[in-house]
């Protein structure tokens, strides 16, 4: 690891030629080190980024390879599902979505991981199983990458219950005033007879 160290160049034509090639090939090694020993540290600075924006994200993000193993697990994700990314890996994500929608989305998911998924490019919209056992209303996007030969998968995952609550009671106090409406249509008709 001491790339300054450098071979004395003295002594007979083979030595010399021998001190001058291993010099030259430390200088050589030296300068390969502290290139790769820099992209790995950008490497690194690259990943700590890519970490906090994932992590910072409301919606829950999930890389799987072609096998549909999951490979990248953010902190929402762990929120939503209830495992930790080193829990979550290496599990097939499809064993988290609920049993009557991998029925209903059978032929779909056995198409998912392939380049030309049906999901893929649309959102859709299902019911995952959290760790606990509840089922949880999400919305699904999915987009594709490679990484040498390999494909792999990115989902955006939102948790799409509070959205399901507000639009229920929204439903109610619509349906609630119709009923108010019709009472005072009622009303109004009974007073108009009974005034006549």
Known sequence: GNWGRRVPVDGPAEARTMAESFNHMTLTLSHWHEEATSQAARLRESNERFRSVTD???????????????????????????????????????????????????????????PDSPWMGRTVELHIVSRDGREVPVELSLSTWKAGNEDFYTLLIRDITERRQSAEALRQREEELRHAQKMEAVGRLAGGIAHD
């Open 56 to 114: 910072s994200a409301h919606d829950a993000i999930i890389s799987v390879n072609g096998r549909g193993e999951i490979v990248f697990w953010n902190l929402r994700a762990q929120a939503v599902f209830g495992y930790d990314e080193r829990e979550a890996s290496g599990r097939e994500l499809t064993q988290l979505i609920s049993k009557s929608d991998r029925a209903r989305h059978a032929d779909q998911i056995a198409r998912l991981w392939t």
